[in-house]
């Protein structure tokens, strides 16, 4: 009777699952961990381990092609792209900074961090003209943030330059154990000249920064926190007041207690979402484009999930494992990556 009563969950699981995903494809196969994805002239551009860059042409997905960036063996976590140029940042110091042109992929080193420290946990444009990278604080518990304007060459650390202006609430320190996760490039959320840092560890919080004043606010969230391995992963948002915020502890998978949030006041204040009831810890969360923050799915090593009322309640979608990072493609389709793959979802509503 056990036996039988598996059968039907699992057969009852597939039809669940089947109502909501059209097809599921796996498009590029190596030996890779990717936790960045562009989507870009129909292709899907990736960075990960042992200094691989590359595409799949989402179009016809037997045109690919890899670059090896470096002859050491970097790890990427970061990718991001202008009109002419994708970049990159190895984690680890010295910390590498590379520019692709699109054109005919020439790659050149633009910069080099060899803070002991550095640490790169995201890299994405706020605008056509500035970039923003994040890495782990310094020893003094600094937050390193810098400030990146490709056109010119010029790279500023956030509190660097305005160390001089603390009284304007500009420079920004670290509690003692927090940092930011390099997870899936994904902890910075940009919208017009604001940006909002998510962090975790034994604090978790939302640091949100008005780059064309430098002018910042630390906001406490309720996510789950108070150890390295704990809160948020990944954020999202909707212009300047709906945001998303997903995570857990990646040691503890399964946990699925205080690791969503939400918020529709610019990041001031969460209110956590689903606390018990969703697939466990995540690394990667999206909005749907023109959902205006309605539909999001979002990613962990061990489930594909969907929620399509704000974030309130979530279906598992999917028991796939092994992807870290999601873009949508258009209003129905999803690239995943993550462990030796990338994958094409297509959704059916």
């Given amino acids: 009777m056990k036996k ?33 994805l562009e989507i870009d002239d129909h292709k899907v551009w990736y960075s ?17 092609k890899q670059l090896v960036l470096s002859e050491k063996k970097l790890q990427f976590r970061t990718l991001a792209q202008d009109k002419e140029f994708f970049y990159t940042i190895n984690i680890e110091s010295p910390a590498e900074f590379f520019k692709i042109s699109k054109k005919d992929l020439k790659v050149l080193p633009i910069y080099s961090d060899t803070l002991k420290t550095a640490f790169y946990d995201a890299f994405i444009f706020a605008n056509e003209d500035m970039a923003l990278a994040l890495s782990d604080p ?29 009284d304007k609430n500009r420079f920004i320190k670290f509690s003692e ?9 994904t902890n910075i959320a940009t919208y017009k000249t604001q940006a909002w840092i998510a962090t975790g560890g034994k604090v978790s919080r939302i640091i949100k920064i008005d780059f064309a ?19 948020i992963y990944s954020i999202d948002f909707y212009r300047d007041q709906f945001g998303i915020a997903v995570g857990g502890d990646y040691t503890k998978q399964e946990a699925n ?14 209110q956590i979402q689903a606390s018990g009831q969703n697939a466990g810890y995540t690394t990667c969360v999206k909005i749907k484009p ?13 489930h594909i999930s969907y929620s399509s009322d704000f974030g309130k309640t979530w279906k598992k979608i999917s028991d796939e494992k092994g992807f870290y990072v999601c873009r949508w493609i258009d209003a129905n389709m999803v690239v995943l990556a993550g462990k030796d793959r990338i994958s094409v979802l297509k959704l059916k509503f």
């Fill in 177 to 185: 154990g927090e940092a930011a996760f390099a997870a899936s490039n």
């Fill in 257 to 270: 207690v205080n690791n969503i949030a939400t918020t529709t006041d610019g990041g001031k204040t969460w």
């Fill in 138 to 166: 310094d020893k003094n518990r600094n937050m390193k943030l810098s400030m990146i304007f490709p056109k010119t060459k010029q790279v500023y650390d956030f509190n660097e330059t305005s160390v001089k202006n603390t």
């Fill in 290 to 302: 023109d959902s205006k923050g309605k539909e999001i799915i979002s990613v962990g090593d061990q």
């Fill in 4 to 36: 039988i009563f598996s059968l039907l969950c699992s057969v009852l699981g597939l039809f669940l699952f089947s109502q909501q995903i059209e097809s599921f494809e796996t498009i590029l196969n190596d030996k890779i961990n990717i936790r960045a």
């Fill in 213 to 231: 004043s430098l002018e910042s606010d630390i906001y406490p969230t309720p996510f789950i926190q108070g150890t390295s391995s704990q809160g």
């Fill in 48 to 64: 990960g381990t042992d200094s691989k860059f590359g595409f799949v042409n989402l179009q016809d997905y037997k045109d690919q």
